[in-house]
């Protein structure tokens, strides 16, 4: 079977991407006998000069513009899209559902008690109006209140990103509170937590933060972490490849029926992790502990921070959470070590050290009567219950 010569124009530089390369990765490991061209690049930009002289038998690329996608069938070659924007007519094309993303970031927000729902989106991309049009519409069916925000489009030469995260706190502040916020994808999340932060705006008691595309770099490194809906970027690249792979053999493939395919889940982290509560104590009790709770402090600690008595404390957190102070204290010291243990080489003792345990015997203790098995099980099965 010849070695085919495959164009991959397809940017590198954030999370979603990379996982459409493993799939492509993935299907020539399986399937294809490729040779592969493949340029650092960021999105939307034009085709690389060496494209005109090269002598090919197909492209996968993200069109992003019209004149990308002018560009791109002056070769006449066969061509897979994967981007949403569809500006070429007559290319196939695959993505993830865009009514299936935002049902998951609803349910998400309803299943934790929010009743006030929001959508930041971003004018320069055609998914993201759809998409908050699909998470409008499942939020009127839910009998929510709905709100939204545009930003100017990020890739415009005068996107001023200050600007941008400072529009959005002043939208922010005008909302209802419980409020939940679905960003139309991580960097416009990252944003939303940014304008929380100038207007301190406590994430995620006051106002929970929802992503698209789980860009573990984006996710991880905010502050509080990014909780992210899942994309199953890696069957998209697969797929893609197998179709591409089907039209350099000669086969007719009906442009006009995508490959879709559906988000995986959501990825809670922080900034989701809590339930809507209109109630200052409380909001301001869960706060103190979230940010202290690894510190190894006590109920008394958390009285401090606010007016309650014990007793109203502890009556308040049980109608509310179902849980009593001491027990949220402890639940958010587990799932630190949940994420130590999964996500970092530290030993036992290291964690038990960063979540407020003297000995890494107490800490074994206690996760195991919590979790239902030691530490170092829960390591080698890669992080499940």
Excluded at 23 to 42: F, N, P
Excluded at 74 to 91: C, E, N
Excluded at 182 to 197: E, H, P
């Amino acid at each position: 079977m010849k070695q085919r010569s495959v164009a991959l124009l397809i940017e590198t530089s954030n999370g979603y991407s990379r996982g459409l390369l493993d799939g492509v990765i993935a299907y020539m490991k399986a399937c294809g006998r490729w040779s592969v061209q493949l340029t650092e690049q960021q999105r939307g930009a034009t085709p690389p000069t060496w494209l005109d002289s090269w002598d090919g038998d197909g492209i996968i690329a993200r069109i992003e513009t019209d004149a990308i996608g002018r560009q791109l069938l002056k070769h006449r070659l066969p061509i897979v899209d994967l981007s949403a924007a569809r500006h070429v007519s007559g290319v196939p094309w695959a993505d993830t559902e865009d009514r299936a993303i935002a049902r998951l970031a609803v349910d998400h927000f309803v299943q934790r008690g929010f009743r006030n729902l929001a959508y930041c989106g971003d004018v320069g991309f055609v998914w993201s109006a759809r998409r908050g049009e699909h998470f409008r519409q499942l939020a009127e069916q839910a009998q929510c209140r709905f709100f939204e925000h545009h930003s100017a489009a990020r890739y415009d030469e005068g996107f001023n990103p200050t600007m941008a995260t400072r529009h959005i706190g002043e939208w922010l502040a005008d909302l209802p509170r419980p409020l939940a916020v679905m960003g139309c994808y991580d960097f416009k999340a990252q944003q939303v937590l940014d304008a929380c932060r100038a207007r301190k705006i406590a994430v995620p008691e006051e106002v929970a933060v929802l992503g698209v595309d789980d860009d573990r770099l984006i996710c991880e490194l905010s502050e509080p972490t990014l909780s992210s809906i899942i994309p199953d970027t890696k069957r998209t690249g697969y797929d893609a490849a197998a179709l591409l792979d089907k039209m350099m053999s000669g086969e007719t493939v009906n442009a006009d029926q995508p490959l879709i395919t559906q988000p995986l889940g959501v990825r809670v982290r922080g900034s989701t992790d809590t339930l809507a509560i209109d109630d200052d104590e409380i909001v301001r009790a869960l706060g103190y502990i979230r940010r202290n709770a690894t510190a190894n402090i006590r109920v008394d600690d958390v009285l401090r921070q606010g007016t309650l008595s014990r007793r109203s404390l502890e009556h308040r957190f049980k109608k509310l959470l179902g849980l009593t102070p001491a027990e949220e204290i402890q639940r958010v010291r587990i799932n630190r070590i949940k994420e130590l243990l999964s996500e970092t080489e530290l030993s036992i003792g290291e964690i038990a050290d960063r979540t407020g345990f003297e000995y890494g015997e107490y800490m074994a203790v206690a996760f195991k009567r919590s979790v239902g098995c030691t530490p170092t099980e829960y390591r080698d099965q890669g992080g499940s219950d």
